[in-house]
């Protein structure tokens, strides 16, 4: 889409969208280390899955085999366009100060910030995302959405859980303004992310109050959602249950980065003269 069809105000960040796709293009052997673990990791969790559904008697937290194996592909080939692992360069401008620079560009630095990082995601779901659901597909064999409606919900939720998973990492990085040292929450928010977001099991499988505690967190959002409006779990209701849910905590975390991005500025003037 050219620039010259959007408003104004929002050329400068489609731009920065566009550089992202640019910058994640130039690292094409890590794409394909990504697209390798993808598949090994791929393999292991459909034959331990695999023998859960059996074991369960053919259905386990709604899905069968087919469903299941589908479960565990498309979440690999979302690896990639997801921040699970809770680091982002802005953390490493707070850190140096090199984020005054960015308060002085006449830019939003959380949309110019998102905007990139999204441009990113996007890119690795063509050498890494897709190629890996092939790879599911030829090997294992996945089941697909009869109706065209499902696709395009299943796009949509893809496209707002890879915001999420960005906004959220973006509220995780402005730490960095009353922290010296963000690595320990990093870590833990790696270790929470990935678990409550569906990447290990569908979080239908976690027993009830673990279930209800993850759904109160934007993780299901990034990836279990996504997933499950493509597997068709939970109907046609479910899918638009899931798509307001996304839209919501992307608002929240929107509002939380803006906020904490507006107190972060105020203390570095106040820290800086």
Known sequence: MSSTALAPSMRPYWKLFLAGIR?????????????????????????????????????????????????????????????????????????????????????????????????????????????????????????????????????????LGMIVSQTTVYVLATAGFWLIELRGLQTMYMMLSGFLAGLFVPVSLFPRWLEVLAHATPFPAMMQYPIGIFTEHGGPSGAWERLGAQCFWIAVTWVAGALLTRLGRHRLEVQGG
């Open 23 to 159: 910058q994640q293009a130039t690292y094409r052997l890590a794409m394909l280390g990504g697209l390798i673990a993808n598949a090994t990791f791929g393999f292991l969790k459909t034959a331990i899955l695999s023998a859960t559904v059996v074991a369960g008697g053919g259905m386990v937290g709604g899905y069968d085999g087919a469903m299941m194996a589908t479960y565990v592909w498309v979440g690999q080939g979302m690896l990639g366009s997801l921040n699970l692992n809770g680091r982002l360069d802005l953390a490493h401008r707070i850190k140096s100060g090199d984020v005054t620079t960015d308060f002085l560009r006449p830019l939003d630095v959380q949309a110019a910030t998102v905007a990139t990082e999204v441009g990113k995601a996007v890119y690795a779901l063509l050498p890494r995302g897709v190629p890996s659901v092939v790879i599911g597909a030829l090997f294992v064999g996945l089941g697909t959405p009869a109706s065209p409606l499902t696709w395009l919900l299943a796009f949509v939720s893809l496209a």
